[in-house]
C-alpha cells in the first residue's frame, strides 16, 4: 500500500546531476516525504525528507512542487558509488489508525556510468 | 555512537532451532523497528516498538518474537521457522516515532537462511 509512484530505474553519467522523480498524488497536509537509498545488499541509507518547502544537506536537494504531489530528489554530481535503489516514500498510518510507519515501494534503480 | 548495529551478520538455521538476532543503537532513540526484505523486493515493516512498547505489528507470525528489554537493544527471537523466512532482517531506530518527522537509520542487517 505504497502511496508513492517512482520510475523503476534511470540512468545517470558519472559527474551529472540525478534527478529522481516522484509521485505521491494523494498526499495530505501532513504527510512527509522520505528518501532512502539501499546499495545491493546493504541496508537503507536515509538521505532527506521534507514537508512543504525545498530541503538541502550534504547528500542532495529535495524539491517537493507546490501542489505537495510530486517531488525530485537531486544528487548534483553523481558518482559511481551513487548507484543505488532509491526509495521515495510517504508515512502512512498503520492499522489501528494510531501509529505512522514508513511503507516501501519498489524504488528506482539508479545506475551512474562512467 | 551514531549507528545501528546488528548481530550476527549471517544466521544458518534448521527449522528446529531456536534463533536470537540482535540490534542495539546507542543514540538515545526511542523508537525501534524491524524489517524483513526477500530477494530483490523492498524492506517490508515488522514489528515497532515505542519506548520500549510495542506499537505495531504487521500481522507477523508467532515464530517470530520480538523483544525490547531496554531502549538501546531490540532482539528478535526465532522460532520454528521455515525456509521461505530466510531474508535480510534490518533493524531500524528513530529519535522518536514517526509521527513527529523523525528519520529512521537502518543498520546493516543479518542474514538468515533457514534450511
Known amino acids: 500500500d505504497a502511496k508513492t509512484t517512482q520510475p523503476p530505474s534511470m540512468d545517470c553519467a558519472e559527474g551529472r546531476a540525478a534527478n529522481l522523480p516522484c509521485n505521491h498524488s494523494?498526499?495530505?497536509?501532513?504527510?512527509?516525504v522520505y528518501w532512502y537509498r539501499q546499495i545491493h545488499s546493504q541496508g537503507p541509507q536515509y538521505i532527506i525528507h521534507?514537508?512543504?518547502n525545498n530541503e538541502t544537506n550534504e547528500m542532495a536537494s529535495l524539491i517537493i512542487t507546490e501542489d505537495r504531489k510530486s517531488s525530485t530528489l537531486i544528487l548534483p554530481h553523481a558518482t559511481l558509488r551513487d548507484t543505488a535503489v532509491y526509495y521515495c516514500?510517504?508515512?502512512?498510518?498503520?492499522?489501528?489508525?494510531?501509529?505512522?510507519?514508513?511503507?516501501f515501494g519498489k524504488g528506482t534503480l539508479l545506475t551512474v556510468n562512467p | 555512537d551514531t549507528e545501528v548495529t546488528q548481530t550476527p551478520k549471517h544466521l544458518v538455521m534448521g527449522m528446529t532451532n531456536k534463533k536470537s538476532l540482535k540490534c542495539e543503537q546507542h543514540?538515545?532513540?526511542?523508537?525501534m523497528y524491524w524489517y524483513k526484505q526477500k530477494a530483490k523486493k523492498p524492506p517490508e515493516l515488522m514489528f515497532v516498538?515505542?519506548?520500549?512498547?510495542?506499537?505495531i505489528n504487521e500481522s507477523v507470525p508467532s515464530r517470530f518474537s520480538p523483544e525490547c528489554p531496554n531502549s538501546s537493544l531490540l532482539n528478535l527471537h526465532l522460532h520454528a521457522l521455515q525456509p521461505e523466512d530466510s531474508a535480510l532482517y534490518l533493524c531500524?531506530?528513530?529519535?522518536?516515532?514517526?509521527?513527529?518527522?523523525?528519520?529512521?537509520?537502518f543498520g546493516p542487517g543479518t542474514r538468515l537462511t533457514v534450511l
Open positions: 521534507g514537508l512543504k
Open positions: 516498538y515505542s519506548y520500549e512498547k510495542l506499537s
Open positions: 516514500i510517504v508515512r502512512v498510518l498503520d492499522s489501528g489508525g494510531s501509529n505512522y510507519k514508513l511503507t
Open positions: 531500524a531506530s528513530s529519535q522518536r516515532g514517526l509521527a513527529a518527522g523523525y528519520e529512521q537509520f
Open positions: 543514540m538515545g532513540h526511542r523508537a
Open positions: 494523494t498526499i495530505s497536509g501532513n504527510e512527509y
